[in-house]
């Protein structure tokens, strides 16, 4: 450029050609003095390749034998597929590979064809790259967990028994979705629902365990394991047990109200002892309500000292508040917003009957407005047969403790709707002696999905799907005064049919195949 600039005579540089060897066509120079096409005719690099492989596929539960004796689970032109193909190739370090891909097939022809793209190096260092496509062919053969399965489905080797010794389901509820959104029971065989509890059965020991060792991180619980000998082979001296692992929950269910016992008051910084359990995961959560304090009792903590509720959320009574005065500001205790206030409260049964009023203090200072409704325990009625209670000599219990704000009368306006959002479920076998509860139990899931609803913390761990058979023109059918708590759409989840999806896609891959070949 600096030459042409100043005026001078540029020789313009040309690339040379040459004739090639064979077909004498020009071409640009090589070490093999051939054009492409002779030189693929003279020499084919996937020589001694594989082009057709078998590989054994479990159809019960998707997997692939990896030889000798590993099985691995992989769905249809994933990269885990793709992988397993490649591998199962011998010679292939012959040569090198560049790119490797699916070529849609149908999916019941027990054939999958994955296009291989290699490069060699051939006459006097010149560089060939070709493709070329392998033929894998399925042969079926269930593996030996879904052909013990299959032979008899009762035969499990390892039983996960979940128990809570509480009169609700709500907690296994919420543990139910939380299993879901991690796959924790995938490796289960058959989920069996009893009374108090759940019965996982599983094929193997260590999935049990790691059962176990997933709903431990989740919330407090204790557990044993105990094992039966089914049979014994003396001249190999194989064992073969069955082994049973009994899981309990720990009692304490958010909402409810606790009276801690002397020991533990005094290891938390004489907390309370009047407490309310504001969340439950590995830990608990303890706020006392009329200092706003707060702690957390890890499961040794708790196992180490066990008490149960004074009053459970089955005996919370609605109240309805006539005054608030707010005492302190707005304070933010472990995630939660709080602020202390005194307020006149009557309860919503006693209207018409007497005049009876309660001046209480509340931790829900910034939620009441005079007029609103909320759910509490009424300790001036209730009966307190709680040895703990007794062991607190000078401790003088409040008329009432507030738990949560009521929305029940602005929701019977929306009673009968469906909702936008909706939850999976597992697929359990329900015990005999359980069916005659269904109408407790729905009620139940009911009050959980309110739950959901007014706690977004609640929703963060688990996942909410849309509700296909909710229709968008029902939205402008709310009032606009109501300040029901809902689900925003943006938490929701698109409730995908994967089997039609990747139909589709595969429908999709296999025209943009045809058209490239």
């Not at 439950?280 to 149960?308: C, E, G, H, M």
Request: glycine share 4%.
């Amino acid at each position: 450029m600096a030459a042409e600039e100043a005026g001078m005579f540029v020789v313009a540089q040309t690339i040379g050609t040459v004739l090639c060897c064979k077909c004498g066509i020009p071409m640009a120079p090589n070490a093999a003095n051939m054009c492409i096409k002779c030189l693929r005719s003279e020499i084919d690099i996937t020589e001694g390749l594989q082009k057709n492989v078998i590989i054994i596929h479990c159809p019960e539960c998707d997997s692939y034998l990896q030889p000798p004796r590993t099985w691995l689970k992989a769905q249809l032109e994933s990269k885990e597929l793709l992988t397993f193909c490649v591998k199962r190739l011998k010679n292939l370090n012959k040569v090198r590979l560049i790119h490797a891909e699916f070529i849609w097939t149908e999916p019941h022809s027990k054939r999958i064809k994955v296009k291989l793209k290699v490069q060699k190096e051939v006459l006097n260092g010149a560089i060939l790259e070709q493709s070329y496509v392998v033929e894998y062919v399925q042969h079926e053969q269930m593996c030996e967990s879904c052909s013990r399965v299959q032979a008899n489905p009762d035969q499990w080797v390892a039983a996960v028994q979940l128990r809570q010794h509480v009169p609700h389901r709500r907690t296994f509820f919420y543990l139910e979705q939380l299993i879901l959104k991690h796959g924790a029971a995938a490796a289960a065989i058959k989920i069996k629902q009893m009374d108090q509890g759940i019965d996982f059965f599983f094929s193997s020991r260590s999935h049990g365990l790691k059962f176990v060792d997933f709903i431990g991180k989740v919330t407090p619980v204790k557990s044993r394991s105990d094992k039966q000998l089914v049979s014994h082979d003396s001249k190999s001296n194989n064992y073969n047990y069955k082994h049973t692992f009994s899981v309990e929950i720990c009692p304490i269910c958010r909402e409810d109200l606790i009276c801690l016992p002397p020991r533990v008051v005094a290891s938390l910084g004489n907390l309370g002892p009047l407490v309310i359990c504001t969340k439950v995961s590995n830990s608990i959560a303890l706020l006392d309500p009329l200092t706003l304090r707060l702690a957390f009792l890890d499961a040794d903590q708790y196992w180490r000292t066990s008490f149960k509720s004074l009053l459970t959320s089955r005996q919370l009574v609605e109240f309805i508040v006539l005054d608030v005065e707010i005492l302190s500001s707005e304070v933010n205790v472990g995630g939660f917003k709080y602020a202390l206030a005194d307020a006149q409260v009557a309860r919503v049964s006693d209207f018409g009957k007497n005049d009876t009023i309660f001046n209480i203090r509340t931790h829900l200072g910034h939620l009441l407005n005079p007029g609103d409704y909320a759910l509490g325990y009424d300790l001036y009625r209730a009966n307190n047969n709680n040895s703990e209670l007794e062991k607190h000599k000078n401790l003088v219990l409040p008329d009432v403790i507030l738990i949560k704000k009521s929305y029940e009368e602005k929701r019977q306006k929306k009673r009968g709707k469906p909702r936008a959002w909706k939850l999976k479920s597992l697929d359990m076998e329900v015990d005999d002696k359980n069916r005659g509860d269904q109408e407790k139990m729905n009620s139940e899931y009911e009050q959980f999905l309110k739950d959901l609803e007014e706690n977004p913390e609640m929703r963060f761990n688990i996942s909410l799907y849309r509700n296909k058979e909710y229709q968008p023109s029902e939205m402008t059918s709310v009032t606009d005064g109501d300040d029901i708590p809902s689900v925003p759409l943006e938490e929701l989840l698109a409730d995908l049919d994967l089997s039609k999806a990747e139909d589709e896609d595969e429908d999709d891959d296999g025209d943009d195949d045809e058209m490239r070949e």
